[in-house]
């Protein structure tokens, strides 16, 4: 662990970019049906318009594009919460930021909001993001303990999730009740290029609002007095991790549904990396939440069950046994 | 008496929890020309509308009275509507109950132990197919006139379709939500072929089995697109895929046929307008 | 920097625990904060640091209050080392020191030449030079206060405030630490501790501040605020004194059964 922590932290950023941009590239290359990807590229470029161009350009690269943003959303927003709750389970799945996102997006997709104004969509992920975000930092507003943190996480998850339920079956399309497995597990089968645009510029601003933290956070290492007396303004930080969580998940989850334990493992994965510095952190779990989804969403396409699995399956498959081992060692620490 | 019997048996079957071979009555068999028909499926309103009189119709489904799944929403005002449970249909006290081989199957199952008389309709895979059921529902509420009267309109319908050109027919996809296609053998896959298309699902790179994947269809390279279209439809992610971007942008190379669902959701007299709609598509092609 | 207290009052919990309290903290001294428990020491010290808001009075930083001087500025002037001092994750010693340049860094300016000349004299002060590459949760007692103390000098504000910095730490470690807040206050600046042990409260320190229940009985050099009137009134104890070296000593003896023992309250 010594060794690893000593490289540098830029390399890590390159070699974690490079490393996310070839997954982007290898997704767009994955797919059902093969085809020359040079030919259709090249078609696409010159504006022929070829049926590969069109898939390459229509379903290929907006469902690579989506699980970059999505994981980095995700992985980004996991190391903000861990930072800002000093606790390494809250992650936007385990502490229902992203269930009460899609019980915004459900209410707004199906009730027809979003036909009318399609920015509606991502707002109302959002606004369901931000709700159990203010929640969370009511129960937790004096750093979480992991007790606190997980029985709160399954408050507002048990909530949001049969809300969701609720909410589907009320739906007045017929369809509507068999999709609760999209919102609850996520998937980005079939994205477009529509989605992307849309969640693109809020998931920016969410990102700049997360990553604005990041001295703060350092300094909450010493818990919030001395972050207090090291000159940073505390609810300033919340105020901007709320809102930069609830635009990043919000809208990531409005589009591909909820992608559960990315935030968990990403930051996980990457805290030796950082030299646990909850700062450094945010890029590079940004970077390896994009890597993993990015990961999982090759995963999905290459394993032959039919129709596809969904995401958050491969990535519970994935986070659940890193979800185990870490509360035992936090009882550990905590006992 | 019946009501009675039917009721109280529903009653001890319900307090029970479960049937005794001693109460389950042997099969009523409706009279000949029924005058209290329920329905419980949305494919033996359309026929049931078409076939009786609202009077002799004690309920059809609730989805019968939506325009948009519905060719028969008007006359289907008229009368009592259900949601194809037992509860509502026993007190109705039905001389012939209508449903669907592979719908509402717990009330079934509870009104076939009951012995209430029953006739099920199984889903048509040809036009003749189509035909038979009509004829066979015809005669089973004493229409029989007006059961051939249908079948002879819809065949003459589809007869009158213009042919054809000779050399190849262009091809088409049906689309469906959630990424459905229509495969060969199926009543769709006929109707393609009367209207002078050629179906390419089962051509298509993964076969034409379950929801697939857009790029499969895409990649397909069909030259008609053929959309299931429900324009007005509360929303769902499986409507949803019919609009996406790579859709809209093979809508500029291949052509797009929009036909409502409620024209081909059920096999009934309503497919020759489906049809025709599909053989008007193909003559209007450049 | 001269920090004063106006008038002030502070509750917690609802109860009034620092009434019409009048102090000035100067530049060059080691004070010691002293009381029994629940007087309000940890309270002061967060009203001193611009922590807290005081329910009653003001606290001015040169003549200012915390608003005028500013959050980052304040930051710079004082140093706070909160009580047990809690490290929420596996940060090397020398990044944890760093984070006690965090109010000289621009908001995207990085580590400076400056900023690492203060950390290595803040390890170095702090003798934990050694200790740079552990990780902090591997360290002992001992070892972690040094490397905390090190954080709050690489600040290299001219005030230290110190919440009971040498409570969890062995004899040879407290008065290792005791040792370095003097001679931190040798140089110029105000170092304040809330310390319980009287005797280096008395050996180590040039001022004591003495808060019990309501007040500060008593305010001054040690020899003067550690009267046995003093100790009685507001620890309810009685002590045993001694000399060596020349330097006088007490030990708490033992309890006396009065009515102004305080309970306690932690």
């Known amino acids: 662990m010594s060794r690893v922590s000593r490289i540098p932290y830029p390399a890590l950023v390159a070699g974690l970019t490079l490393l996310a941009l070839a997954l982007c590239a290898v997704s767009a290359a994955v797919g059902y049906v093969p085809f020359d990807l040079g030919a259709a590229l090249s078609d696409w470029l010159a504006g022929r318009p070829t049926l590969t161009a069109l898939v390459l350009a229509e379903l290929r ?232 989804t990015l990961a999982a969403d090759i995963a999905v396409r290459l394993l032959p069950t039919r129709p596809e699995l969904k995401l958050g399956v491969v990535t519970a498959l994935i986070g659940a046994p890193f979800l185990i081992v870490l509360i035992a060692r936090l009882r550990r620490e905590e006992a | 008496m019946r009501p009675i019997r039917l009721g109280l048996a529903a009653a001890l079957l319900l307090i029970a929890g479960g049937p005794a071979a001693a109460w389950e009555a042997p099969p009523a068999k409706p009279p000949s020309k029924p005058q209290r028909i329920v329905s419980l499926n949305l494919c033996a309103d359309e026929l049931l509308l078409r076939l009786v009189g609202p009077e002799r119709l004690a309920a059809v489904t609730w989805l019968a009275r939506d325009p948009r799944a519905s060719t028969v929403a008007e006359p289907a005002a008229r009368v009592p509507f259900n949601h194809g449970t037992a509860e509502e249909i026993l007190p109705l006290d039905p001389d012939l109950i209508v449903a669907g081989r592979y719908t509402t199957r717990v009330a079934v199952g509870l009104l076939t132990r009951l012995g209430a008389p029953l006739l099920e309709l199984d889903v048509p895979q040809s036009v003749a197919e189509v035909a038979d059921q009509i004829r066979g529902l015809a005669r089973a509420v004493g229409e029989p006139d007006r059961g051939e009267a249908l079948v002879a309109d819809l065949l003459s319908r589809l007869d009158a379709l213009p042919p054809a050109p000779p050399g190849p027919r262009p091809t088409a996809v049906v689309l469906r939500p959630n990424g459905f296609v229509a495969g060969s053998g199926s009543l769709v896959d006929e109707l393609l072929s009367r209207a002078g298309f050629e179906n390419m699902a089962d051509r298509l790179p993964l076969g034409s089995q379950g929801a697939l994947p857009l790029e499969a269809i895409v990649l397909g390279g069909a030259d008609a697109l053929i959309v299931d279209a429900a324009p007005d439809a509360p929303p769902s992610l499986a409507g949803a895929l019919l609009h996406h971007p790579a859709l809209k942008a093979l809508g500029r190379t291949v052509r797009t046929v929009s036909l409502p669902t409620r024209l081909w959701t059920c096999p009934g007299p309503q497919i020759a307008e489906a049809a025709e709609r599909l053989a008007a598509a193909r003559e209007a092609a450049p | 920097m001269r920090i004063e207290t106006h008038a002030l009052s502070a509750k917690a919990g609802g109860r009034t625990i620092l009434t019409d309290v009048n102090l000035a903290i100067e530049p060059g001294a080691f004070t010691g904060l002293i009381g029994p428990n629940g007087a309000g020491k940890t309270t002061l010290l967060r009203l001193l640091a611009g922590l807290a808001e005081p329910a009653a009075g003001r606290v001015t930083f040169d003549g200012r209050s915390a608003a005028q001087v500013g959050r980052r500025a304040l930051a710079r002037a004082i140093a706070y080392l909160p009580q047990s001092g809690p490290v929420h994750w596996p940060l090397r010693a020398e990044a944890l020191v760093l984070l006690g340049r965090l109010p000289h860094r621009g908001a995207l300016g990085g580590i400076t030449a400056a900023d690492r000349a203060a950390v290595e004299r803040a390890l170095s002060t702090a003798d934990a030079a050694h200790l740079r590459g552990r990780i902090v949760g591997t360290l002992s007692g001992g070892e972690r206060m040094r490397v905390l103390l090190a954080r709050a000098l690489a600040t290299e504000a001219p005030v230290l405030l110190a919440d009971e910095p040498v409570a969890a730490l062995d004899p040879g470690h407290q008065l290792a630490c005791m040792t370095l807040l003097r001679d931190t206050a040798r140089r110029g600046s105000s170092v304040v501790a809330v310390l319980h042990d009287l005797t280096l409260a008395a050996r180590f320190c040039d001022r004591l501040i003495l808060l019990s229940g309501d007040g500060v009985p008593a305010d001054g050099p040690p020899g003067r605020v550690l009267t046995d009137a003093h100790l009685r009134a507001a620890y309810g104890i009685a002590v045993h004194r001694g000399a060596a070296g020349g330097e006088p000593f007490l030990l708490p003896w033992h309890a006396l059964p009065s009515p102004t023992c305080q309970p306690e309250t932690p």
């Open chain 1, 61 to 292: 690269l907006p469902r690579a594009l989506l699980g970059l943003l999505v994981g980095f959303s995700l992985g980004l927003t996991g190391a903000a919460m861990q930072g800002w709750l000093r606790n390494p389970l809250a992650e936007p799945g385990l502490v229902g930021v992203s269930s009460a996102a899609a019980l915004g997006a459900v209410i707004v997709f199906y009730s027809g909001l979003s036909a009318a104004l399609s920015l509606a969509l991502p707002l109302g992920g959002m606004a369901g993001a931000a709700a159990a975000a203010v929640l969370l930092n009511l129960m937790a507003a004096r750093g979480a303990g992991t007790t606190a943190l997980v029985i709160g996480g399954i408050a507002i998850n048990s909530l949001a999730g049969s809300l969701t339920a609720l909410a589907l079956n009320l739906a007045p399309n017929p369809y509507a009740a068999l999709e609760i497995v999209f919102w609850l597990m996520g998937s980005l089968a079939d994205r477009g290029t529509d989605q992307l645009w849309l969640v693109l510029p809020p998931m920016l601003a969410g990102w700049a609002l997360c990553l604005s933290g990041a001295r703060a956070l350092d300094a909450l290492t010493l818990g919030e007095d001395a972050a207090r007396s090291l000159g940073f303004d505390l609810t300033g930080l919340r105020v901007r991790l709320i809102a930069g969580a609830a635009l990043a998940v919000g809208s990531a989850v409005s589009v591909t549904g909820a992608v559960g334990f990315v935030g968990l493992v990403a930051p996980h994965l990457m805290r030796p990396l950082a030299g646990a510095r909850p700062g450094r952190l945010l890029l590079l779990a940004g970077l390896a939440g994009a890597c993993l």
